[in-house]
Every structure is written in structure tokens, then in C-alpha cells.
């Protein structure tokens, strides 16, 4: 496959960070609430991280499951093969996945969470509202430039797939990362004053 080698180069630093995400979410000072970086500090963001790792884990492995689902009817595995190939290959996924999923999350949704901290935003339904901004873009992007034919001639079916098979795992990571961030329903308590 043409994504062995970024699994085998990702497979040591990906191990890496979840330890030490686990380590920081646990050993970190806590803050008062409403100070810290985005009215939430440093200990619950950890806690954010690595809520979202193990949600990662979880898709990854639900890709896994259904991926062997597909490859047994079309003959590729044995149904008693199915059960021996979903551990590695769910392993396989997180690796994959993990380092985008951070990237994902460090580069856009903690400015954004830092944003939605100004206006008392800074909660579960606010984090699951800035993780749909990826998959609008990358609906408006499918909309803009249909990537083959089927695409071109179906626009609506293949953007609202595009839509779609974004915005679930993207409502996933941040439902987990507030959730395990500690973050409040619908509004913080106060802005952040830093």
C-alpha cells in the first residue's frame, strides 16, 4: 500500500505523543477557571488531546471493522480471516490518521476555541461548532473542483458525501475533546481576560 512507509515513519513519534499527552494530562498544574489559554488552560487542553486520540483510536478501528466488512463480500478475505485482520489494521489506521487528526486539531481548532473563548463560547456545542468549519471547506472545495467525472455529473450527491464523510469524525474528535476537557454545554463562565 502507498501509505506503508508514512505508517512505519509515524509509528514511534505517534507512540511518543500519547505518552506524553497522558503524562501532561495528569501531572499538569491546574488553572482557575476562565484563565489560561483559552479560558481553559493548559491540564484540560491535555485532557482535550488526549480525548481525541482515544476517538481517533475508536474511528479508526470502526474504519477497520467496516473496511473488513467490504473486503469479505467482495471475496478479498475469508469471513474466519476478518477477525485476525482488524487488530493490525486498526492499528495501521490510528497511526495513519493520528498526526493529521493533531495537526487538525492544533492548526485550526485551538485558535478557534481560543476565538469562541472572547465571547463565553468555550463549550461543547461551541467545539462542535467550530469543527464543522473543515468539513464546509472541504464541501466547498468538492463544489469548486470536482475531483473526477462521477463527481462532475452527480455535484450535489458527491458534495454531500464530501460534507458528510467529514463532519462525523469532526463532530467525534471535538464532542471527546470537550468532553474529556471538562468544557460546559453551551457557554463558559467568564471571557478570557489573557
Known sequence: MATDFAVAYFFYPVLI??????IFAWKLKPTEPGLGFAGVGGKRIMRGYLGVVLATLVYSYFLTV???FSKVELGHIEQEE??????????YMFVLLTPFVLFFLTAVGLPLLALLSRYR???????????MVLPFVYALYTLV???NNW???RLNTCVSQAFFSCAWPAILMAACFAIFAGLPKWRSEAANET
Open 17 to 22: 505523543c500519547v505518552a506524553l499527552l497522558s
Open 66 to 68: 467496516m473496511t473488513g
Open 82 to 91: 476478518l477477525v485476525a485482520w482488524v487488530p493490525p489494521w486498526g492499528i
Open 121 to 131: 463560547l468555550t463549550s461543547i456545542a461551541g467545539s462542535i461548532g467550530i469543527a
Open 145 to 147: 473542483n470536482p475531483y
Open 151 to 153: 463527481c462532475a455529473s
